[in-house]
Structures are given as C-alpha cells and as structure tokens.
Nanobody
Framework: QVQLVESGGGLVQAGGSLRLSCAVSRSTFSFRATGWYRQAPGKQRELVADISSRGATNYADFVKGRFTISRDNAGNTVYLQMSSLKPEDTAVYYC?????????WGQGTQVTVSS
C-alpha cells in the first residue's frame, strides 16, 4: 500500500504564492507518474501537473507559466510551487501516484485564493 499526505494549502490573496508538498511512502521514481489534481465545488477533478519517473513534466494550460512541479532527490516528496494565484485556482488539491496496477490518492489540501 502506498501512502500520500498533502500539505501546504491555505488562504492567500490573489497574486500571491503557495508551495504544496506531497509526502509519499515510497520513492516516486518507482511509479509511472506522480501528479497534482484539483477539484472545485460542482466541478470534476482535473489534472494540474504531473511528472514521470524519468522527470518529464506536463501542465494544464490554465497553470502554464505560473505553477511548477518538482521533487526532492530521493523522490519521496513532490512539490507544486504556485505563483500568481487567481481566485479561480481555489480548490482542493490532491496528489496521485500511478502504480503498476492502480492509482493511489492523497486526502487533499484546501487552497483558497481571495480577490
């Protein structure tokens, strides 16, 4: 079983920055990909950014140039650096790893951006 714990969410003013962290019980180099997703009330969960076991990154159009996904040297912590935050970025942000036979999700962390 893979455990994921997100942290770093909170309340921030529009234009501000936050860094989210995802602590994973195994190195993310072991997985096909690790990603950040978000879900706002009344909306479907959507991909924000992900990173493959080989380090290739992918970003949703609505965060390109503002958010950066990265990880520590051991791959046990994955980060999402968010800048130039907008009120529409308000959502619960989730970390997910793609393992061989299934996906594993964290519990999520709330990000609220005020105008």
């Amino acid at each position: 079983q893979v455990q994921l714990v997100e942290s770093g969410g909170g309340l921030v003013q529009a234009g501000g920055s936050l860094r989210l962290s995802c602590a994973v019980s195994r190195s993310t180099f072991s997985f096909r990909a690790t990603g950040w997703y978000r879900q706002a009330p009344g909306k479907q969960r959507e991909l924000v950014a992900d990173i493959s076991s080989r380090g290739a990154t992918n970003y949703a159009d609505f965060v390109k140039g503002r958010f950066t996904i990265s990880r520590d040297n051991a791959g046990n912590t994955v980060y999402l650096q968010m800048s130039s935050l907008k009120p529409e970025d308000t959502a619960v942000y989730y970390c997910k790893v793609e393992a061989m036979w299934r996906d594993y999700w964290g519990q999520g962390t709330q990000v609220t951006v005020s105008s």
